[in-house]
């Protein structure tokens, strides 16, 4: 850990306490939704908090069993048999996690585009609230942690919501309303200047427990009780305790399905920590970056403890993460500190813990939801241009009706078309109603000249009107892919004589293998004010840049 660690111990521990009361009903309802033993989430949540929250440097992120595995969880025990076998496969994802860091796959993190991070941050906002309205109003039929919109009960996210009707237990929902009033109420700069020591969901929750214990004791008909409260294992003894640990069965080391269950948990956990990494750097104020390579090796490391001692594989958890930022937390001291009160908890106070209404954890999660996916971020997208909201708004819709993986991967497609396109319309910049014969037309090629240039400039030189002085000039690239190169060599040496056009290269490296006609000095003989030219401030030359 770092020697400044404790530094920011005023804002870390308030958040770290927030992070845990909304870790603690995830890890339960994502061991559920898993089909695995209930503890098996509290032991992923305590070492994604303490072991990979030490090890990665990453500031803000938090892990824990993640959502978006219980679908391959789930199959994946069935398939092997035995949930033994099955932490042997987590084991074995680890070691495999580990390696991708050494190897340096983390590097693909830096090719997702920011309007698919910004639409799986708003996705997942989106998704908080309709997963948690109907816990809201007291209908808990569906686990905490479902994230996916085709549940395993056969109901699908809408579907769920619907059921609430005519099912709304006025208590949690009285419960959830008194703690969102509370929560909002913390928002406001007077309650943060007073209490800033005080997260406002801790107050949210302990209130919540106080008015539920009033309605019990009084005997009243508000009082939440039974599948409406926080459920996790209570042992009556140490040895009860030790035996909620699960070994895993190493005798299975030669069977290759388990190989096939650790390289799919591996893949689809390292691709959920990237994204999420790569989100919570965008969010985070103070614009800190997280070796993703190292995260694969944290990451690496907790699950392989994870898979030795009877845990779910984990991931970095948007969810936590974003409540964790929220919560004001400036080091990855609150992600610690979150594991720590989530093993003191499960050791010493399982009794307490217990009492919690989920409704009031549900306000917490409603505030989060709305900070990530508030009007003024797609106010502020669709103001970015289409190019921008566009992917932004297909990631959002794709996730929010499939899950996280498969709408990510919609995404980026969509980007990519959007980036194709842009670059295939960028030539109709060009008309040839618009110049004239004899007229001298510069193209200068940017830095970078990729092969999703090709098409726009292919139909740019086309568009070329007969007779005029055409200049490309390559003085700023740094990389000019090998299809545009051919193409400028045709277009020179075949397509404009043709046309009668003089064409005229200047700027391209001896590597690119296209000979320079023309240097800078007899440039400015056909443009005058040549760099004035290229920047767009001459009318009476034409400047085409293609990016």
Known sequence: MQ?????????DLPSGIVVFLVALPLCLGIALASGAPFFSGMISGIIGGVVIGALSNSQLSVSGPAAGLAAVVMASITKLGAFETFLLAVFLAGIFQALLGLL???AIADYIPSSVIRGLLTAIGVIIILKQLPHAFGYDKDAEGEMAFLQVDGENTFSEIFKVIGRIDPGATLICLIALAILILWERPFMKKRFKLVPG???????????????TRSGSSLAVTGSHLVNIPVPESASAFVSLFTLPDFSQF??????VVALTIAAVASIETLLCIEAVDKLDPEKRRTSTNRELMAQGAGNMLSGLVGGLPITSVIVRSSANLNAGAKTKLSAVIHGVLLLVCVVFIPSLLNK???????????MTGYKLCSPSLFKKMFSAGKYQWVPFLVTVLAIVFTDLLVGVGIGLGVSVLALLYGNYKNSYFFHKEKYHDGETILIHLSEEVSFLNKAS??????????????????????YIDHDVLELIRDFRDIQAPLKNISCKTVGFKEA?????????????????????VI???SNKHTSLTVN
Do not use: C, W
């Open 3 to 11: 020697k400044n660690m404790f530094a920011h111990m005023k804002s």
């Open 104 to 106: 340096k796959a983390g």
């Open 201 to 215: 969901g801790l107050v949210a929750v302990t209130v919540s427990v106080v008015l539920n214990e009033i309605f």
């Open 254 to 259: 030669s069977n290759p399905q388990v190989y």
């Open 356 to 366: 919690i209404p989920l409704a009031g954890l549900a306000a917490i999660l409603l």
């Open 457 to 478: 400039i292919k139909l740019t030189l086309e568009h070329l009107p007969e007779g005029s002085t055409v200049i490309i000039d390559a003085y700023d690239s740094q």
């Open 512 to 532: 690119y293998g296209i000979v320079n006609t023309d240097n800078v000095q007899s440039l400015k003989s056909y443009i005058p004010r040549y760099h004035s």
């Open 535 to 537: 920047v767009g401030e």
